[in-house]
């Protein structure tokens, strides 16, 4: 896989220390303020020149005056998606009290979405041209085919998500980045082509069974593949430091992990990272 090629979905957290939620109509003295997706610079928060962002509504929050702070204040976020790249902390400045809340609810003029994700123009989707790009891949017979890259540089990310290991026993980890199209997850391309284990491969040899953490100091696991694709693997790994990791029941055969392998020797030998 291309690591270049994902596109990371970020985790939004909404930490609340202040009186938020409910809908409900205005009063005598009650303040409104308004967010939509596109709103302007000159913004000053009113139906007419919403804010953009919630963060700019959080700002607005802080700077209300004495007299303001006495009366319920309703923040209307109008229909759309709105980007999210840092956690919106709700402490006691953005927030009210029991006799003047703060209350946060959606317009109902479309559905509202926060996203953690980075929109990817078409413009940022490019054919794959550089020959030693194209020379890891195995040879294709299909004329048809093609192969498109996303330079996550080209999106303002400077680095790739850290990726940790997944599944039974793992603990809660932030999830894998996911590509989404139309509001659904792309696969990542695996080998064998299949769906879930049932399109696995059995290692043509157990080298080391490895072991339990926490349990025993036996050495890791490793395992021989009997294909010779795991050569490119091997190139991947040693020549472009790719990451390669294995999905499967390593241990009980009802707890499925994804795990990272260490090295792949000349032999086709993958020893894993635990």
Known sequence: MNRSCVTAIATMLISVSACVAATGKSGPGDRTIHIAPGGKADADGSAAKP?????????ALKKRSAAERLH??????????????????????????????????????GTVAFSGGIAVPASAIRPVTDKETLSRLPERKADNFALFEIRLSDLGQKSFPELLPRGFGSGIKSSWPELFQDGKPLPLSCWPEGIGYAGGFKPAKIVQPGKLEGVDKAPDMAFQVGDARVKRWKTAVDKYQASVWFGGHWFWDWADDFLPAKSIDADGVVTMAR
């Open 51 to 59: 804010f953009a962002t919630p963060a700019d509504a959080l700002s």
């Open 72 to 109: 319920p204040t309703r923040v209307i976020l109008h229909g759309g998606t709105y980007t999210i790249s840092s956690p919106l902390k709700l402490g006691t400045e953005e927030g009210g009290t029991e006799a003047a809340p703060v209350f946060w609810q959606a317009a109902g003029d």
